[in-house]
């Protein structure tokens, strides 16, 4: 593999080795870490999702539990099988794939989830806390994000962090993170006029917008770092990111392929996440 290149698959591969003797000492303390998914309809994409999720759960010792509604499930039905493992105390962890058909408020749903049990962050208290610099759940992405950063040995204090995308669960997120570790940090969107302008002044550039290969190597700084959150299907079929990597590798000095970085990335801190809340259930440090 290039120098260059994150490699996102193996130091998901080194985490989850680690996480799996932490489920083993868990056990023995007797807490098995158990995460309940709610999948509603058959979007390909959340299925596949969804099973690479029960599959590293089951990988590492944490079970796994998939509940699989048709399309046309109504909300109270969801809301209900919520309630219900909010008070179940075997569950530590509850994710709702998103997206969700539109007649579900997903909102609703995401507020509805117990939020020590939100291991997917997304709860209004867990992000408010968060930008609090209170102890929360942190959204798997941006957190996966700021691990194969550290792990790349990529200093963040004082770089010029430009995030192009704003979304909650990963654009506005990971320019918080960032900001904690003390990066200037700057934030493009649809609406970003000269968007070139922004991206070419950053050190690390992190893009998350859902548009195959929209950065180019025009677009970059030499020597940049550059995070592709993307996850797109181009005119071929074939699995891309955000950024044309072949195009801006010369110029960078490291970049997440695509795919092999940030997505095996997210569903490691899922896990992550996962034990994080069984340890705090049973109050072990
Ligand atoms: N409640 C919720 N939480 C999520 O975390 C969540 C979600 N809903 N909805 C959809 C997005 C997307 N997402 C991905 C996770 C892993 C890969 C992943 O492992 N990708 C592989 C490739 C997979 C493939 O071949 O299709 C890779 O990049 O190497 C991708 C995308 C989690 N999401």
Same mark, same amino acid.
């Given at each position: 593999?290039?120098?260059?290149?994150?490699?996102?698959?193996?130091?998901?591969?080194? !985490?989850?080795? =680690?996480? !799996?003797?932490?489920?083993?000492?868990?056990?023995?303390?007797? *807490?098995?870490?158990?995460?309940?998914?709610?999948?509603?309809?058959?979007?390909?994409?959340?299925?596949? $999702?969804? #099973?690479?999720?029960?599959?590293?759960?089951?990988?590492?010792?944490?079970?796994?539990?998939?509940?699989? $509604?048709?399309?046309?499930?109504? =909300?109270?039905?969801?809301?209900?099988?919520? =309630?219900?493992?909010?008070?179940?105390?075997a569950i530590h962890g509850i994710l709702v794939q998103l997206p969700l058909p539109e007649h579900i408020d997903a909102k609703k749903i995401i507020r509805a989830i117990d939020p020590k049990k939100d291991v997917d962050g997304f709860h209004p208290i867990n992000i408010g806390?968060?930008?609090?610099?209170?102890?929360?759940?942190?959204?798997?992405?941006?957190?996966?994000?700021?691990? &194969?950063?550290? =792990?790349?040995?990529?200093?963040?204090?004082?770089?010029?962090?430009?995030?192009?995308?704003?979304?909650?669960?990963?654009?506005?997120?990971?320019?918080?993170?960032?900001?904690?570790?003390?990066?200037?940090?700057? $934030?493009?969107?649809?609406?970003?006029?000269?968007? !070139?302008? $922004?991206?070419?002044?950053?050190?690390?550039?992190?893009?998350?917008?859902?548009?195959?290969?929209?950065?180019?190597?025009?677009?970059? #700084?030499?020597?940049?770092?550059?995070?592709?959150?993307? &996850?797109?299907?181009?005119?071929?079929?074939?699995?891309?990111?955000?950024?044309?990597?072949?195009?801006?590798?010369?110029? *960078?000095?490291?970049?997440?392929? *695509?795919?092999?970085?940030?997505?095996? &990335?997210?569903?490691?801190?899922?896990?992550?996440?996962?034990?994080?809340?069984?340890?705090?259930?049973?109050?072990?440090?």
């Amino acid at each position: 593999m290039n120098t260059k290149l994150i490699d996102g698959k193996e130091i998901a591969k080194k !985490k989850r080795s =680690e996480m !799996k003797s932490r489920v083993v000492e868990l056990k023995r303390l007797g *807490v098995q870490p158990h995460l309940a998914v709610i999948l509603v309809g058959e979007d390909p994409a959340s299925k596949t $999702y969804v #099973k690479n999720k029960e599959k590293a759960c089951q990988e590492i010792g944490i079970l796994s539990n998939v509940f699989h $509604y048709e399309t046309d499930t109504d =909300e109270r039905t969801i809301l209900q099988k919520i =309630e219900q493992l909010n008070s179940d105390p075997a569950i530590h962890g509850i994710l709702v794939q998103l997206p969700l058909p539109e007649h579900i408020d997903a909102k609703k749903i995401i507020r509805a989830i117990d939020p020590k049990k939100d291991v997917d962050g997304f709860h209004p208290i867990n992000i408010g806390k968060r930008i609090l610099g209170e102890k929360s759940f942190i959204p798997c992405t941006p957190l996966g994000i700021i691990v &194969m950063l550290e =792990e790349a040995g990529v200093s963040i204090s004082g770089k010029h962090a430009v995030v192009v995308g704003r979304s909650n669960i990963v654009g506005k997120p990971i320019g918080q993170l960032l900001l904690d570790k003390d990066a200037t940090v700057t $934030y493009c969107h649809s609406k970003t006029k000269n968007l !070139k302008e $922004y991206t070419v002044q950053a050190d690390i550039l992190i893009v998350a917008v859902g548009k195959s290969r929209l950065i180019k190597a025009d677009d970059v #700084k030499e020597g940049a770092v550059v995070i592709d959150v993307g &996850m797109n299907r181009d005119e071929n079929g074939k699995l891309c990111g955000d950024v044309d990597t072949l195009e801006v590798l010369p110029k *960078v000095s490291r970049i997440t392929p *695509v795919p092999g970085g940030v997505g095996p &990335m997210t569903i490691t801190m899922l896990l992550a996440n996962t034990i994080e809340a069984a340890k705090t259930v049973h109050k072990i440090g």
